[in-house]
Structure formats: C-alpha cells, structure tokens
C-alpha cells in the first residue's frame, strides 16, 4: 500500500527554467512532508520540510507546496542548476504518532545546460 | 566525516546464508533507524532503535529479520537463511532525539545481492 506517491518517474528541465516536482498522499493523518534528494551510492540528503499548518515554505531556490485538501505537495527549484541533477524523494510523517518516514518512489531530475 | 557510516557498502551472498549489515550513528545519536529499498521502489521503514531498546520494528519482517543496537558499537540488521527477495539497498539514519524526522541522516547504504 503505496501512501505517498509520485508518478513521473524523471523530468528534464533546461538549466535556468523552474523544475516541478509533485508528489500525492493518501493517508490524512499525515501532517508533516519532507522532501530528500539523492544522488547515486549516496543516501538520501534532507531538503527541505514543511507542516501541515502550513502551505509554503520557502529557502533558497527551493519552495514546498502543500494543498491539504488535495493531498498533494510540490517541490520548486528556481532557477534549476545542473548540480540539482538526482533523485528527489517526496516523505510524509505523523509528528506525534511513530518516527518513521513514508517515501514516495522518486523522481528522476536531470537539468539539461 | 562525522557522518553515518555504513558497512559493508556491497554485499554478496548465496540463498540460504547470513547477512549482517552495520551502522555507526552520527557521534552522540542515540535514534537508529533501518530502511530497505527495493529496486524501482522508495525507501520503506523497517525499525526504529534507541540504545538497547526496540522501538518500532513495524515494518520489519517477522522471520529471518533482527535489528539490534548495543550500548556500545554499531546497530546490527541481521538477515538469516537470505532470499532472492532480499536483495536491495537497506539505509540505516540516525538522529539526535525522537520526534523530529527531519533529523535524520542518512548513511550511503548496503546493497545486498543474494545470488
């Protein structure tokens, strides 16, 4: 029982241009999302989270999305850099239930120069 | 590198033997978790550990799988009588205190091959 999904599998973005990443979740208690990059025969690297209070959290480049009546959360990169080339792993928690993290499958990036 | 390590980073083993991956927490974390990722699929919780204790071990398997974390050296997963099945890369991450998934670090993972 897949809880936390992403359905494109990669995406090819144009260095500079804006890279959407979307991830859905079926389980409403989750209320805490996480999103890890990965590089190869590396494990995974925390990006950036976000609570379920709110609906945008912003560092950097990197901006979360979350529409909790959707159960649905994005991840924007802007600009996108070549170095942002990995897998980017979607996560959701329950804050007060257990420490584990649910993951999505991944989206493959790769940012073209 | 006062990172999680791992070891070893690959691992070859015939059906039917033992696998015993490793893992050193970050210095002074206390919180061990255990991931498996099988190929083509995210990363799926196994156990949580704290020194000496046993957590959650939810989504371990109930036969051949035993995770242990002494108080003095590395957490252990042990895989007895492997499978084909068990093939895959299974991260450990560690963290500081409970509650806060966003502590996790993760280590680089054992890929387990059972041929």
């Known amino acids: 029982d897949q809880q936390v999904k992403q359905n494109s599998p990669s995406l090819s973005v144009q260095e500079g241009r804006i890279s959407i990443l979307n991830c859905d979740y079926t389980?409403?208690?989750?209320?805490?999302f996480l999103w890890y990059k990965k590089y190869p025969a590396e494990g995974p690297t925390f990006l950036i989270s976000i609570s379920s209070i709110k609906d945008k959290n912003e560092d950097g480049r990197f901006t979360v999305f979350l529409n909790k009546s959707a159960k649905h959360l994005s991840l924007h990169i802007v600009p996108s850099q070549p170095g942002d080339s990995a897998v980017y792993f979607c996560a959701a928690s329950v804050l007060t239930g257990a420490n584990n993290l649910f993951f999505g499958t991944g989206t493959r990036l790769t940012v073209i120069p | 590198n006062a990172g999680v390590m791992q070891n070893p980073r690959h691992l070859v083993r015939r059906r039917g033997q033992e696998a015993r991956l490793r893992c050193s927490p970050v210095?002074?974390?206390?919180?061990v978790y255990w991931y498996r990722q099988l190929p083509e699929e995210g990363l799926k919780f196994m156990v949580y550990?704290?020194?000496?204790?046993?957590?959650?071990e939810s989504g371990m398997p109930k036969e051949r799988f035993s995770a242990e974390f002494p108080k003095e050296g590395p957490s252990i997963l042990r895989i007895q009588q492997v499978v084909r099945g068990d093939s895959a890369a299974y991260f450990c991450?560690?963290?500081?205190?409970?509650?806060?998934?966003?502590?996790?670090?993760f280590g680089p993972g054992t890929r387990l091959t059972v041929l």
């Open positions: 210095k002074g974390h206390s919180h």
């Open positions: 550990l704290q020194k000496e204790n046993i957590i959650d």
């Open positions: 991450a560690s963290s500081p205190n409970a509650g806060r998934t966003d502590t996790q670090y």
């Open positions: 389980n409403s208690m989750f209320d805490y």
